[in-house]
Antibody, heavy 119, light 107 residues
Framework: EVKLLESGGGLVQPGGSLRLSCAAS????????MSWIRQPPGKAPEWLGV??????????EYNPSVKGRFTISRDNTQNILYLQMNTLRAEDTAIYYC??????????WGQGVMVTVSS | DIQMTQSPSVLSASVGDRVTLNCKAS??????LNWYQQKLGEAPKLLIY???NLQTGIPSRFSGSGSGTDFTLTISSLQPEDFATYFC?????????FGSGTKLEIK
């Protein structure tokens, strides 16, 4: 059974940083692309970026809306996906989801973690 | 960015109805269109990938069609558990984008 469990969310001040983690199990982690997607409360989801699999060199792509502030990485020995978020703004307030992806198509999503950016 | 426009934004229907949800892309996205179902307080769940492929474990009353810029999700006979919000998502061109959703509510 595919399981994805995000952690690391919380309240952070504007300009601050936060690192989210996503612990994956139930599949061969290195075979899959992994994505981060966020959803402000009551709004549509927004795709943030993807990190490719081992066969494609673990390279990354980002939404320009977060490129340069957010960094996606993965620990393939512990099956953990990360999202490092810097220079956070109020508009970054959202539920953040990790998702396993078949190439660029997210299939299984975690339950999400809330990030609130406020002073 | 490719804009994904979903219609209607709200759809009222009854159990047993056949319903069609629409998603229009601002540019050609080939076949790279997914449909997700989201219930309140839950993560989105993949229903259909690449226009017309049913995700494992999803009932066959869900089907998808379309190509290029116009896509549809059809539910052949609504069940009580189908009342939720549905999002389309294109993964053809960067940055990938979601539609604003169709809320399917009980009439």
């Amino acid at each position: 059974e595919v399981k994805l469990l995000e952690s690391g969310g919380g309240l952070v001040q504007p300009g601050g940083s936060l690192r989210l983690s996503c612990a994956a199990s139930g599949f061969t982690f290195t075979d899959f692309y992994m994505s981060w997607i966020r959803q402000p409360p009551g709004k549509a989801p927004e795709w943030l970026g993807v990190i490719r699999n081992k066969a494609n060199g673990y390279t990354t792509e980002y939404n320009p809306s977060v490129k340069g502030r957010f960094t996606i990485s993965r620990d393939n020995t512990q099956n953990i996906l990360y999202l490092q978020m810097n220079t956070l703004r109020a508009e970054d307030t959202a539920i953040y989801y990790c998702a396993r992806s078949r190439y660029y198509s997210p299939d299984y999503w975690g339950q999400g973690v809330m990030v609130t950016v406020s002073s | 960015d490719i804009q994904m426009t979903q219609s209607p934004s709200v759809l009222s229907a009854s159990v047993g109805d056949r319903v069609t949800l629409n998603c229009k892309a601002s540019q050609n996205i080939n076949k790279y269109l997914n449909w997700y179902q989201q219930k309140l307080g839950e993560a989105p769940k993949l229903l259909i990938y690449n226009t017309n492929n049913l995700q494992t474990g999803i009932p066959s009353r869900f089907s998808g069609s379309g190509s290029g810029t116009d896509f549809t999700l059809t539910i052949s006979s609504l069940q009580p558990e189908d009342f939720a919000t549905y999002f389309c998502f294109q993964h053809n061109s960067w940055p990938f984008t979601f539609g604003s959703g169709t809320k399917l509510e009980i009439k």
